[in-house]
């Protein structure tokens, strides 16, 4: 069966999964930016899974977290380089079950996946580069907005996502509170903190500092800041996991047969030197700071009266999960979240030795907390 024709100027294919894409216009001076700039239009691409009904009253949006894009379930092939990266989440009589529910799962603004970025092509058609403006969680969640128009979804019967992802389900809650009926969000803060900038910069600094970013406009050199864009990750990993799950994997071990007294490395630095490698073979560094600083912008009470103001004009049913060993968004910051929500919500605690990782890898964990969320 085909799912139900979506109003527009295109049509959702037979291919679960299948990436589409379509072309947002913006008003009379673009689309208008929290900085003041503006872009002249945006393309967003996005997969959907199931079929949206004919109230378009079960549409369910996943939202990625930095280095992940709309491919959120399935194998790799043509367009994705990795199989999903929600795998087990999102399916028939999955959690995320798409016998009962549309999910859409956009590439984020900013991205390199298909979505307007860095790398795409300007009204002159050169990549941005450095020219590419700077944005916030709020103008991301604000082209989410104009997807779900242009898909006819006027509510998302739920809308989930981890880190990056999660703060854009809550400025969702908090931004456009009547468009979302139940939250789930994983492994974040309600605002970046000082620590959690302090991460994200040096990580810019990396790859700013590769002689092959020339200032982010490296699309026509033939060349790209691969070495601090590794480096970055690298640094990006470390708050990811946890002292223990490192200790217990690698120790002391050595690379191989290789000899650190002699150059040769040992296996955690092996290990961080793969994790940045495979990251480059698939993603831009531009993308990679324009998202970083957007996260490092994230604040829920800018302009709203503070924290605490904003998550009270929130509406949909929240549900807050985090993760016991999670050094980068450590688990106070998801009980002031849950604290700060109308009807003070518990927090569903996630034991994992994977650190912040764990919303990515403990699927079967996660994957109850959706269920349960979904269900009530």
Known sequence: MSPT???????????????????????????ALESGEALANVTVAFETW????HGATNAVLVLHALSGDSHAEGP??????????WDGLI?????????????????VLGGCQGTTGPSSPDAENSPYGSRFPVITIRDQVAVEAALADEL?????????????????????????????????????????????????SLQIRAIKSDPAFVNGD?????KSPSTGLSIARGLGQLSYRTEHEFDVRFAREVQDEEAPLHGGRYAVESYLEYQ??????????????????????????????GVAEALRTVRARVTVA?????????LEQQLEIARLLPGDEEVHVIHSEFGHDGFLLETELVGEIVRTALRS
Request: glycine residues 14%.
């Open 5 to 31: 024709p979506i109003p527009g100027t295109w049509q959702i294919g037979d291919d679960p999964g299948h990436r589409q894409f379509v072309e947002l216009k913006g008003g009379d001076q673009g689309f």
């Open 50 to 53: 199931g079929q949206l009904n």
């Open 76 to 85: 790799s092939g043509p367009g994705h380089v990795s199989p999903g990266w």
């Open 91 to 107: 399916g028939p009589g999955a959690p995320i079950d798409t016998e009962r529910y549309f999910v859409v799962c956009p590439n």
């Open 152 to 200: 006819g979804i006027e509510q998302w019967a739920a809308m989930i996502g981890g880190s990056m992802g999660a703060m854009r389900a809550l400025e969702w809650s908090v931004g456009y509170p009547d468009r979302v009926e139940r939250a789930v969000v994983l492994a974040v803060s309600a605002a970046a903190s000082a620590e959690q900038i302090a991460l994200c």
């Open 218 to 222: 490296y699309y026509s050199t033939g």
């Open 276 to 305: 940045g490698e495979k990251l480059t073979r698939r993603f831009d560094a531009n993308s990679y700071i324009v998202l970083s600083e957007a996260m490092n912008h994230h604040d829920l009470g800018r302009a709203r009266g």
């Open 322 to 330: 985090g993760i016991a060993r999670d050094r980068l968004y450590p």
